[in-house]
């Protein structure tokens, strides 16, 4: 079976639902999916659902947001509880400090003379997750930018005028709760470099897992990547991390063959 196990929907910073993936999924030919939204849980049982009404395997996941002091670190937590007590306390701060964090991006926009409504924030429909695309949504919509790029480039990114950092949590805290929370542990979309300073710290930790297969990664490097996985008894996945139909890729056009993670669906199994 084809596997694609990250993706958005507009429960975080993507454009489309559950119910509008899971049937291009269909339609495409992807046998087993996982919606990772940002820092909520409220996709998964959603997504459940239409597991059941479409036949396509759900894996149930969630990508937190970290940081370390010069760089922003995402997790996947796979296959977890996503009724964990500590869990929902924890993305309920998360998702307050994202709403203030918004607004003091917007007054910083302002200083630039980027002007944009703070109500615009409370009416962004099916989203719970504020994140800086959706602010580079309504900088396009208001006309100060032409594209997503421009607006990271210019003004969302570390270096630009309303780049505002967050301390959210430390990344082996967060491979601490999706641990607690009976998940697996798997470091999003590292460079072999990011792969190479993060990991030891995080094996620590407990992190399970690391995300080789993926579009736009070259072959040394994956290989890098993987053989330094291996040697740390990590388990491999990856995913399109898919937010919408931009320029050449769609949903399903990416794929990884089952058997390429099939450690990381035994690992799965043996914890149920
Ligand atoms: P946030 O959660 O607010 O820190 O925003 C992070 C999200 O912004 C990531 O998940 C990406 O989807 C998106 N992102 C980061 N950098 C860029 C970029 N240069 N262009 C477009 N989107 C980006
Ligand atoms: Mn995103
Ligand atoms: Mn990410
Ligand atoms: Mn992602």
């Not at 607004?103 to 615009?120: A, F, K, M, S, T």
């Not at 998940?183 to 990011?194: K, Q, R, T």
């Amino acid at each position: 079976m084809r596997a694609d196990l990250h993706i958005h929907s507009n429960y975080s910073d993507g454009s489309f639902s559950p119910e509008e993936i899971f049937s291009r999924a269909v339609g495409k030919g992807l046998g087993i999916i996982s919606i990772t939204d940002h820092d909520t849980v409220d996709h998964i049982q959603p997504s459940l659902e239409q597991a059941d009404k479409t036949g396509v395997v759900y894996i149930p996941g969630v990508e937190f947001s970290a940081s370390t002091v010069d760089r922003d670190v995402h997790l996947l937590g796979y296959a977890l509880d996503h009724l964990h007590h500590g869990l929902l306390e924890y993305l309920d701060l998360v998702r307050k400090r994202r709403v203030e964090r918004a607004h003091q991006i917007l007054e910083l926009l302002r200083r630039q003379d980027i002007v944009i409504p703070p109500g615009e924030l409370d009416s962004l429909p099916g989203r719970r997750i504020i994140s800086r695309p959706l602010i580079a949504q309504l900088m396009i919509k208001y006309k100060y930018v032409g594209t997503l790029e421009e607006a990271f480039v210019r003004y969302l990114r570390p270096g630009t005028p309303a780049y505002v950092p967050y301390k959210l949590a430390d990344p082996g805290e967060v491979v601490g709760l999706i641990t607690d929370c009976g998940g697996i542990s798997v470091l999003a979309h590292p460079s072999a470099e990011e792969f190479e300073t993060l990991a030891p710290g995080l094996c620590r930790a407990g992190l399970q897992g690391v995300e080789v297969f993926r579009p736009r990664l070259g072959e040394s490097e994956s290989r890098l990547i993987a053989d330094g996985a291996q040697a740390r008894g990590l388990v491999l996945t990856g995913g399109s991390d898919w937010h919408f139909d931009t320029g050449a890729l769609k949903l399903g056009d990416f794929f990884i063959e089952e058997e390429r993670i099939r450690p990381f669906l035994e690992l799965m199994e043996r914890g149920r």
